[in-house]
């Protein structure tokens, strides 16, 4: 197991529409397992493969139960393979954040409850129903495997000064 470099926005590897999964292989369970340890290294309950470079429809989630400190009471890890939303019901505001946009968080629409099929780590299909904010979370993991990103809710002007802070920020914090 190995924790992944994340991808940064700006960075054409997060805006890449991405393939379905295949093959349920070793190799698969290998990759979600770094997909894990990454997503719980940067803290972050939801990680879409294009933010480590793999640009394929491949999500992890880990909505834990946690007290009103912040420590973790029970995880929750999912596996999404080939996810898809099949229902998407009401409206709720969301104020999210992104592992791939650092620093940023800023409200978005989101559906309130959604249907959704995927595909578990053994190929196993499952349809289910999310609410709160496994709901908000699923929504925004699958946007990212479109090669969209919850910025792209807002105004070009915001989207534009959000970009330049964080080219300001790689360039402080990464050597790319
Ligand atoms: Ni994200």
Do not use: W
Request: net charge negative; proline share 3%.
């Amino acid at each position: 197991m190995a924790v992944r470099d994340m991808v940064i926005f700006p960075d054409d590897r997060l805006r890449v529409k991405t393939t379905e999964v295949t093959k349920f292989d070793e190799k698969l369970e290998a990759l979600v397992s770094d997909m894990f340890e990454t997503m719980y290294f940067y803290e972050g309950i939801g990680l879409a493969a294009p933010q480590i470079g793999i640009s394929k429809r491949l999500v992890v989630i880990d909505v834990a139960d946690t007290d009103e400190q912040g420590n973790v009471l029970m995880r929750h890890p999912m596996t999404l393979v080939n996810p898809e939303i099949v229902e998407k019901y009401g409206e709720v505001e969301s104020q999210e954040g992104c592992l791939s946009v650092p620093e940023i968080y800023e409200v978005v629409h989101r559906a309130e409850r959604i249907k959704i099929k995927y595909y578990d780590v053994h190929g196993e299909e499952h349809i289910e129903e999310a609410e709160g904010l496994l709901a908000i979370c699923m929504q925004h993991e699958l946007d990212h495997l479109e090669g969209h990103l919850f910025i792209d809710y807002l105004g070009t002007f915001q989207r534009e000064r959000i970009k330049k802070r964080l080219i300001k920020f790689k360039k402080e914090h990464l050597k790319q």
